[in-house]
């Protein structure tokens, strides 16, 4: 199984698929943010998690739909994205798109620390800026992991 990365500005977001279960619908993942040489701080959220179909194909058109048409335009925040197991949250957020090649917007990604059901969620992550181009080929990937579901 592949590994999924949405390479941003100083961090790589990966999604490293552990157990594919296509008769039910999900995969088991591990959730990892690489920070690049030169970042300050260091974050090492490695965490498992799993996430369904369904929200593998609302995270792609989520992206999609937050780029918008392949024309100039201004990006507002959309709202944040939550799949059903919380193991993780992002919301894109505002940008400048001269074309699918030539734009950028910021995302801010969450991986849940993985307390326990009784205790408040702590989410760590990063918000950073996102090539269009980048985006676009992430979604596709989340896509293709999805067709290998039933």
């Known amino acids: ?76 925040p959309s709202p944040v994205f939550y799949p059903l197991e919380l193991d993780f949250n992002t919301q894109a957020l505002t940008g400048e798109i001269g074309s699918w090649e030539d734009g950028e917007f910021s995302i801010r990604w969450m991986i849940s620390s993985g307390r326990s059901d009784r205790e408040p969620s702590v989410y760590i992550g990063c918000e950073t800026m996102v090539d269009v181009r980048e985006a676009l080929r992430w979604a596709a990937d989340l896509e293709r992991l999805a067709a290998e579901l039933k």
């Not at 949405?6 to 990892?32: A, Y």
């Not at 974050?43 to 392949?70: T, W």
Request: net charge positive.
């Open 1 to 76: 199984m592949k590994e999924i990365t949405l390479k941003t500005l100083g961090v790589s977001i990966v999604i490293r698929p552990t157990r594919l279960e296509p008769d039910h619908g999900f995969v088991d993942f591990e959730h990892d943010m690489r920070m690049e040489i030169g970042t300050r701080g260091h974050v090492d959220p490695r965490q498992r998690c799993r996430i369904y179909k369904a929200d593998l194909l609302k995270l792609a058109k989520y992206i999609r739909l937050h780029v918008g048409e392949d024309l100039p335009h201004g990006i507002l």
